[in-house]
């Protein structure tokens, strides 16, 4: 805000900032527990705006478009870049230059890494940093940033994914990861059955159901129309009730069992 406060009278500059803001502020807030890795990127980007605009950093971002449709844990670049800003340029006045490279490993594992020509740091403080951050229990004064999303990372994918720290190619620090996602699933579909309204409009709102992977959540007041549903589109879940007029929720149940639906 005060940034925007100092460009008042540059309306391009407040707009940009506001929407590099607002993007910001969205994607860190949603309750996402997969995202892809475009999506990680973009907010990322967002927040590298920001601080271009605020601090004047340069920033570079490098990777192959096939890898961004893949799946990856939300929240997981966007600390390691502020702690490259914070910790690596913010510490040396020359210092100006993000990098970020994603690419496929050879083994066929996404690798990402952050540098910064900030000052770096030596062996000994690699070390010591290395053993904070593997520790299961953070002491409240030590930063939460790394430790968390290396937490994270290997408690999500596997010890292999841990940070790892090496000199970048100014002087500065690289802090690098791996993973090795799953192709993302096709979105799934639910169909929720019930012949009271009121039923049927609490369980579409009780669940998040795109966090678990459904895209299309289809409602049916009755077992005639949802059997109709149920063979145009065939979804992966059903919920339903069972004491319905004419068609039952057991009736229903022995339909999908008879058409071999998944």
């Given at each position: 805000?005060?940034?925007?406060?100092?460009?008042?009278?540059?309306?391009?500059?407040?707009?940009?900032?506001?929407?590099?803001?607002?993007?910001?502020?969205?994607?860190?807030?949603?309750?996402?527990?997969?995202?892809?890795?475009?999506?990680?990127?973009?907010?990322?980007?967002?927040?590298?705006?920001?601080?271009?605009?605020?601090?004047?950093?340069?920033?570079?971002?490098?990777?192959?478009?096939?890898?961004?449709?893949?799946?990856?844990?939300?929240?997981?670049?966007?600390?390691?870049?502020?702690?490259?800003?914070?910790?690596?340029?913010?510490?040396?006045?020359?210092?100006?230059?993000?990098?970020?490279e994603i690419d496929w490993t050879k083994n066929g594992a996404v690798s990402f890494a952050i540098s910064d020509d900030g000052e770096?740091?030596?062996?000994?403080?690699?070390?010591?940093?290395?053993?904070?951050?593997?520790?299961?229990?953070?002491?409240?004064?030590?930063?939460?940033?790394?430790?968390?999303?290396?937490?994270?990372?290997?408690?999500?994918?596997?010890?292999?994914?841990?940070?790892?720290?090496?000199?970048?190619?100014?002087?500065?620090?690289?802090?690098?990861?791996?993973?090795?996602?799953?192709?993302?699933?096709?979105?799934?579909?639910?169909?929720?059955?019930?012949?009271?309204?009121?039923?049927?409009?609490?369980?579409?709102?009780?669940?998040?159901?795109?966090?678990?992977?459904?895209?299309?959540?289809?409602?049916?007041?009755?077992?005639?129309?949802?059997?109709?549903?149920?063979?145009?589109?065939?979804?992966?879940?059903?919920?339903?009730?069972?004491?319905?007029?004419?068609?039952?929720?057991?009736?229903?149940?022995?339909?999908?069992?008879?058409?071999?639906?998944?």
């Open positions: 805000l005060s940034y925007i406060v100092t460009v008042a009278e540059q309306p391009d500059a407040v707009r940009s900032m506001a929407v590099h803001l607002s993007r910001y502020y969205r994607y860190c807030t949603q309750k996402k527990m997969i995202t892809t890795i475009k999506e990680e990127v973009s907010y990322a980007k967002s927040y590298l705006e920001i601080m271009a605009m605020r601090k004047r950093i340069r920033y570079t971002i490098e990777m192959p478009k096939e890898i961004g449709e893949l799946p990856i844990i939300p929240l997981i670049l966007e600390p390691l870049i502020e702690n490259a800003i914070e910790h690596g340029l913010e510490g040396c006045e020359s210092a100006k230059q993000i990098e970020i770096g740091m030596t062996k000994e403080q690699v070390s010591a940093l290395k053993e904070r951050i593997s520790r299961k229990e953070r002491k409240e004064e030590e930063s939460v940033g790394l430790w968390n999303v290396n937490q994270r990372l290997i408690n999500y994918y596997s010890k292999s994914a841990a940070l790892g720290f090496k000199r970048s190619r100014w002087g500065g620090l690289t802090v690098y990861f791996s993973i090795r996602p799953e192709k993302k699933k096709e979105a799934m579909q639910v169909l929720i059955v019930d012949d009271e309204p009121y039923m049927v409009d609490y369980l579409r709102k009780l669940v998040d159901w795109e966090q678990y992977g459904f895209e299309h959540v289809y409602t049916a007041g009755g077992g005639s129309m949802a059997r109709d549903l149920l063979d145009k589109y065939q979804p992966e879940l059903l919920i339903t009730d069972i004491r319905m007029p004419k068609i039952s929720g057991l009736d229903l149940c022995r339909h999908v069992f008879e058409k071999k639906y998944p």
